[in-house]
């Protein structure tokens, strides 16, 4: 058995399930995983004068975790303010047309009413009148409803929440915020296995729930579970994206006509979601099924490999392979790269592309400069690229092409090489296997095909039930790898080689061959003797 052979027990996480119906939620339990948050909030009660920024993100229920927060200090009270925000919902207003006494006739704002007033720090921002007033206020800790009014003493705690990257820009661009928002609360949007347990986090995903009006099933939570560490992209860590699982939980409570929401439910609602999104994968798809976008999935061929790439498109993204091709030439040494040279490839595939060379010259070029050029190219690419997780395939591609020997077009490759030829992790790895196993199952599986991807990705794997089952059945097969040398092994059956003191490979392996190749190319070899030097050669007298 190949011993890079992942084994089917890794490929998608397993979990202690707790009993559901067993498990109670507070107003407290979506700060699960919160610290950081819960001790700045504390902080801030304790102390005079200092006001905080809580560091949220996209994807999470902000109203609800601010409503858990508050609730930590009972019979508090606090409101929360965003988008088109006006002086007078912070200080309040003053009705001159009133004829009754000064004293009743001001209407106080939400800094007079409240205990703690949450902020939108984008919406805010946007209002740069009222930016520096609400600055000015905190500074003087006193503020005016009116000109003709005494001034009210600050008696509020105001919690500005917002982006961490807001948080950045206020501190270096504000002189006065560093010494108003001295607290930071910043969330995290995952929890980690090592750190809180399997029945915290569904006792987290029941009071999502309730949020939504609706509670889980034993059956969900497995389903459920599974999805959260796909949104983690771990298998030992669940997503805190609390707005989106909850948009998840409402959409099956809408399918399952219920309530109580059932794994079929919860499944079905994955799927709708999906075909919502996935339009521009099924044209994509399409263009391969037509034969538009050439890339074989069987047999052997030189210099071509399948790579694999992921498509973002910010709500969904998936997996597609993209057919990688090399050249090689006589040359000074340069490996090119078109993409680059096009401008459809950023700055981190050039990088990719440099450490690749780096790595080729590691192995093949100590002693003497390399006599070959290189091109390398992604196939039928209209679009820019980026990221160092080709860099792999693409050296495998260069290494065919320099020995000419073929590469199994059933084996779809990603990985980011060091200097030093180790494989390195790269992201989106399952749309990436799921992206080419889907082509394959399509055209038909021929029980050699795969993919290989670096072994430190495999704690990431979360692989849907159909590619488990196939490779069970031994129809579609996945690899860990570490080095170069594992990949170039398995791609071109043929041992890598060993060098010896001198740096040179036995003639018999694969990188003896690419010894060999740089050789004649740099005209290193014996020329063959012509038709009067083997005819005097004949002619010695042997003493």
């Known amino acids: 058995m190949n011993s890079n052979v992942i084994p089917v027990s890794a490929l998608s996480p397993q979990y202690k399930l707790p009993t559901i119906s067993e498990l109670t939620h507070t107003n407290q339990t979506l700060l699960l995983g919160q610290e950081r948050v819960s001790n700045a909030f504390e902080l801030l009660t304790m102390t005079a004068h200092q006001h905080m920024y809580l560091a949220d993100f996209a994807g999470v229920d902000r109203l609800e975790f601010i409503k858990s927060l508050v609730g930590i200090q009972e019979k508090q009270s606090y409101q929360y303010l965003s988008g088109n925000i ?22 106080s704002g939400a800094l007079a009413n409240n205990h703690y007033l949450f902020i939108c720090a984008e919406s805010l921002w946007k209002r740069e009148g009222l ?56 969330m995290v949007n995952e929890l980690d296995l090592n750190h809180s347990s399997e029945s915290e986090y569904a006792t987290w995903l029941k009071a999502v729930a309730a949020t939504v009006d609706a509670e889980l099933e034993q059956s969900a939570l497995a389903p459920l579970f599974q999805y959260c560490a796909r949104l983690a992209d771990h298998q030992q860590r669940f997503s805190l994206l609390s707005a989106q699982i909850g948009q998840m939980l409402a959409q099956a409570k809408a399918y399952g006509r219920s309530k109580l929401i059932s794994a079929q439910s919860f499944q079905y609602a994955l ?5 919502r999104h996935n339009a521009s994968e099924m044209l994509s798809a399409q263009n391969f099924d037509d034969k538009f976008i050439s890339l ?44 680059r040279k096009s401008e459809l490839a950023g700055n981190i595939h050039a990088k990719g592309m440099m450490i690749l060379s780096s790595c080729l010259y590691r192995i093949f070029g100590k002693d003497a400069p390399l006599h070959l050029n290189a091109n390398i190219v992604f ?9 160092d997780s080709a860099s792999l395939a693409e050296y495998c591609s260069l290494i065919s092409a320099i020995t000419e020997k073929p590469i199994d077009q059933g084996i779809a490759v990603t990985g980011a090489l060091d200097q030093f030829g180790h494989v390195q992790a790269i992201g989106g790895v399952n749309e990436k296997i799921e992206g080419f196993y889907n082509l394959c199952e399509r055209r038909g599986l021929t029980g050699r095909q795969g993919v290989i991807i670096p072994s430190s990705n495999t704690q990431q794997l979360n692989l849907n039930h159909n590619i488990i089952a196939a490779i069970k059945a031994g129809k579609f097969h996945l690899y860990g790898i570490e080095h170069i040398d594992e990949a170039v092994e398995l791609l071109m059956n043929m041992k ?22 740089l050789a004649r190319l740099a005209g290193y070899q014996e020329e063959e003797s012509g038709f009067f030097a083997k005819l005097l050669e004949k002619m010695k007298f042997s003493s």
């Open 131 to 186: 930016w520096d007033l609400l600055l000015d206020i905190l500074s003087k800790r006193e503020y005016k409803i009116h000109s003709s009014l005494a001034a009210t003493p600050l008696d509020c705690k105001v919690i500005l929440v917002g982006s961490s990257m807001q948080y950045s820009v206020s501190w270096v661009e504000e002189s006065r915020f560093p010494h108003l928002f001295p607290i930071l609360g910043e």
């Open 86 to 107: 006006k002086r007078s919902d912070l200080l309040g207003q003053f009705d001159e047309r009133k004829q009754n006494s000064m004293a009743e006739n001001p209407i």
């Open 379 to 387: 196939e039928q690419s209209y679009q820019e690229i980026d990221g």
């Open 271 to 275: 799927k709708q979601y999906q075909q």
């Open 496 to 517: 890598a080689g060993v060098p010896d003191e001198s740096n040179n490979f036995p003639d018999d392996s694969l990188y003896g061959l690419v010894q060999d190749r």
């Open 296 to 339: 074989p999935t069987d047999d052997y061929m030189v210099g071509q490999i399948n790579g694999l790439t992921v498509l973002d498109t910010v709500e969904y993204c998936y997996g597609e392979p993209a057919r990688i091709t090399a050249s090689v030439h006589y040359g000074d040494g340069e490996v090119a790269d078109i993409e």
